[in-house]
């Protein structure tokens, strides 16, 4: 079963349109959005297994140039 999270992204000014750009390559992003508020982009992240979803957020969305912080919210199934 995988296992998924959204992420929600602070940038850097005037870096959320290139970090966008590097972020929507990633694998296992499957989803992307820039939003308004105190965040600049959310992801919907998908991986095999908890151990490989904190990889791709600590070693690939976190290196993304221009990101400042990064929040995530792993999903859980209710029912």
Do not use: Q, W, Y
């Amino acid at each position: 079963m995988a296992v998924s999270a959204f992420v929600l992204i602070r940038t850097e000014a005037d870096k959320t349109k290139g970090a966008f750009e590097n972020l929507t390559k990633l694998k296992g992003v499957k989803m992307a959005h820039t939003v308004t508020g105190p965040f600049d982009i959310i992801l919907l992240v998908e991986a095999r297994t908890l151990h490989e979803l904190g990889e791709v957020i600590l070693s690939k969305i976190r290196g993304v140039d221009g990101i400042s912080r990064t929040m995530t919210c792993v999903t859980v199934e209710t029912g």
